[in-house]
Nanobody
Framework: QLPLVESGGDLVQPGGSLTLSCATS????????IAWFRRAPGKGREGVSC????????KYADSVKGRFTIFRDSAKKTVYLQLNDLEVEDTAVYFC??????????????????WGQGTQVTVSS
């Protein structure tokens, strides 16, 4: 069983909304910082959002601030990314990743131990 499994990607029109899920298993969820990254066609990987292991700290890329919201559910061992007011430029494969290297806070550095296989988000009219 894979430690991280993403779901929720879809084809949506500009201005639409989606909720991505990152279901986790095989590790102690409450010890891990979770981040969402994305890779758009022809571009490198970009950090989108992350939430600390405590859930008290969140971080967003400037390109998604005010439109995306990250939150975690300890009972379900799942992290969600709510995507609102989607733009064509948000088209990408979205990945979640988990790290136990953060004492507090989170960032988009190279410390993530587990990675999911991704879910496709396509924004097009």
């Amino acid at each position: 069983q894979l430690p991280l499994v993403e779901s929720g990607g879809d084809l949506v029109q500009p201005g639409g909304s989606l909720t991505l899920s990152c279901a986790t298993s095989g590790f102690t969820f409450d010890d891990y910082t979770i981040a969402w990254f994305r890779r758009a066609p022809g571009k490198g990987r970009e950090g989108v959002s992350c939430v600390s292991w405590s859930g008290h700290f969140t971080k967003y890329a400037d390109s998604v601030k005010g439109r995306f919201t990250i939150f975690r559910d300890s009972a379900k061992k799942t992290v969600y990314l709510q995507l609102n007011d989607l733009e064509v430029e948000d088209t990408a494969v979205y990945f979640c990743a988990a790290s136990d290297s953060f004492i507090s806070g989170c960032s988009f550095g190279p410390s993530y131990k587990y990675w999911g296989q991704g879910t496709q988000v396509t924004v097009s009219s």
